[in-house]
């Protein structure tokens, strides 16, 4: 059984249900757009949610939308300081999902905008529902999506993130998914099922491991070959020495199941 929903949110549902913690965009009548109290909120969610004993963190969208990106409304007429804060506390938001230890998975149905699309590309997992479609489409209305560039280029590749960028054009789920910006795209009826399938999948193994694994693949991606390959040698050295490392060797070999105990 999960716990309620956390009410101490504007602009998020929050519930633990013991495997994963969810957590849900709720600004539906905005098509869920990332307001500068949303993203606070959303930061404090995923550093509590990191604290607690789940194995997956679930973000997706109230409403007809998982996000259509930040608020315009609260752009227009601001000065350099409020801007250079409203990004900042976005760019923030992306980088507590990598610092989370779980996996962090969207769950994307509707449309995925702007920052919103910056927020899948961010994700370490994505599932979407058919008919989902992706888009960088600030140029078009004079803003050029830089910040939500930085994770989609690295999911999609610089060409394909440069059409994107370049013409604000959509692209469905089917071309996200060909691309890699999303990892599955199921009918929506089956979105959840999806969800949780992969979550099931990460809640097998042990916790520490999935923690040190995310955190070596996100300190070695922008390495160049010989400094990933020498970080990730003291981090499986360290590795293969924890617990649960060793109880999962001898499971192996010993042919039982392992017990984990999270270190």
């Known amino acids: 059984m999960g716990s309620p929903p956390d009410t101490g949110h504007r602009n998020l549902l929050v519930t633990d249900e013991g495997s994963l913690t969810r957590i849900v965009l709720d600004r539906p009548e905005k098509r869920n757009a990332l307001s500068l109290e949303l993203m606070e909120e959303l930061i404090g969610a995923l550093r509590e949610a990191s604290r607690q004993q789940s194995r997956a963190i679930v973000i997706e969208g109230a409403g007809p939308a998982f996000s259509a990106g930040h608020d315009l409304s609260e752009m227009i007429g601001g000065e350099r300081e409020s801007l250079a804060h409203l990004f900042e506390r976005c760019s923030l938001m992306m980088r507590a999902i990598h610092e989370a230890p779980q996996p962090v998975i969207a769950k994307v149905h509707g449309i995925a905008t702007a920052a919103g699309c910056q927020l899948v590309a961010a994700c370490d997992l994505a599932v979407a529902a058919e008919g989902t479609r992706f888009a960088t489409p600030g140029v078009n209305i004079g803003l050029f999506c830089s910040t939500p560039m ?7 590749g610089r060409k394909r993130a440069m059409q994107m960028l370049l013409t604000g054009e959509p692209i469905d789920a089917a ?7 999303v990892n599955r795209v199921v009918p929506r009826e089956e979105l959840e099922v999806a969800v949780l399938d992969l979550v099931k999948a990460i809640a097998r193994s042990s916790a520490y491991t999935v923690a040190t694994g995310k955190h070596a693949f996100y300190s070695q991606i922008d390495r160049t070959e010989d400094e990933a390959y020498e970080h990730c040698e003291r981090v499986m050295t360290d590795n293969a020495l924890a617990h649960d490392a060793q109880e999962g060797m001898s499971a192996f070999l010993e042919k039982r199941d392992p017990v984990w105990r999270g270190e």
């Open 150 to 156: 930085v994770p989609v280029s690295r999911a999609v």
């Open 175 to 181: 071309t996200a998914l060909e691309w890699g910006l």
